[in-house]
């Protein structure tokens, strides 16, 4: 089993930067894939973005792209979402996911297989 806590969301105003954090427990944590999701009150999860297990390949949700950067610490079993030039529309709690498999980037929550409990990032205008 594979813990995962994210950390480091608040209230940040439209045009801020925030960066949130994801921990994971492990020893084989530099073999997993990495996503985040986020979801807004009264609307589904969504993609947000995702990164192999090398950090050699990223995918965003066309929504950030240009704003937002995930990366990957295996050193510290940590990932990363910065998140620049923040709209109110970015407001959602953000969900961190494992993925075993940490060949590709996958958009899809069913190719998840543990989850965090979430962080809430909120922008106000």
């Known amino acids: 089993q594979v813990q995962v806590v994210e950390s480091g969301g608040g209230l940040v105003q439209a045009g801020g930067s925030l960066r949130i954090s994801c921990a994971a427990s492990?020893?084989?944590?530099?073999?997993?894939?990495m996503g985040w999701f986020r979801q807004a009150p009264g609307k589904e999860r969504e993609f947000v973005a995702a990164i192999n297990w090398s950090g050699g390949k990223t995918t965003y949700a066309d929504s950030v792209k240009g704003r937002f950067t995930i990366s990957r610490d295996n050193a510290k079993n940590t990932a990363y979402l910065q998140m620049n030039s923040l709209k109110p529309e970015d407001t959602a709690v953000y969900y961190c996911a494992v993925r075993r498999q940490g060949a590709g980037t996958p958009s899809q929550i069913a190719e998840y297989d543990y989850w965090g409990q979430g962080t809430q990032v909120t922008v106000s205008s």
């Open positions: 492990g020893r084989t944590f530099s073999s997993y894939a």
